[in-house]
C-alpha cells in the first residue's frame, strides 16, 4: 500500500455538510504517511471552529479500514494553513453541483469586492449582492441573484 491508493481511497469520503464534494477535492488532506506500523492522515480545517473536524477524522479512519489499511489514524493539525486555492477544479465543480457559488481566486487583498458579485450557481449571473457575510457556517455568505430571484450561499474565498 502507498499514500497513492489511500489517497484514492479517501475521494470516497466526503466533506459532511457538503456531501458533493470528497475531502481529497476540498484540499484539507494534507499529508498521507504509510509504514508497518500503520496509516497516518493529517487534515488541516477549512476554519479553526469547524465542528465537523472530529467527524472527519472518524469517517477518515473508517473508511480506510473498510479498505484494509493497517491501524488508520486520522488528526487534525493547524501547521498547514487551508486556503481555497486547495479546493481541486473538481472541487469548485462539486461545490456548484451542491448549490453553492464556489470561491473564485483570490489574492488576500480582493476579499471584500469579491463578495460583492459573486457568480449565481443557479444561473451563472453576477447581477447578485452580498445579503451577509456570514452564513450557516464561517465559511459561507449568503447571497442574492437579481437576474434569476434566487438566494444562494458562496463559499468564502480564503487567501
Known amino acids: 500500500m502507498n499514500t497513492e491508493v489511500v489517497r484514492q481511497a479517501l475521494y470516497e469520503v466526503s466533506d ?40 472527519m477524522e472518524v469517517l477518515v479512519e473508517n473508511k480506510l479500514k473498510e479498505k484494509g489499511f493497517p491501524n488508520p489514524k486520522a488528526k487534525t493539525s493547524f501547521e498547514v494553513q487551508w486556503n481555497t486555492s486547495m479546493i481541486t477544479a473538481e472541487g469548485l465543480v462539486a461545490l456548484k453541483k451542491h448549490g453553492l457559488a464556489p470561491p473564485p481566486p483570490t489574492t488576500g487583498n480582493d476579499y471584500a469586492e469579491l463578495l460583492k458579485h459573486m457568480p449565481c450557481p443557479h444561473c451563472n449571473s ?34
Open 16 to 55: 459532511p455538510e457538503i456531501p458533493t464534494i470528497s475531502i481529497i477535492d476540498l484540499g484539507i488532506v494534507t499529508n498521507i504517511e504509510v509504514s508497518d506500523l500503520g496509516t497516518n492522515v493529517t487534515l488541516t480545517p477549512t476554519f479553526a471552529g469547524c465542528p465537523a473536524l472530529r467527524y
Open 126 to 159: 453576477t447581477n447578485t449582492e452580498m445579503k451577509s457575510p456570514f452564513g450557516p457556517t464561517l465559511c459561507r455568505s449568503i447571497h442574492y441573484c437579481k437576474d434569476c430571484l434566487q438566494t444562494f450561499e458562496a463559499f468564502k474565498p480564503v487567501k
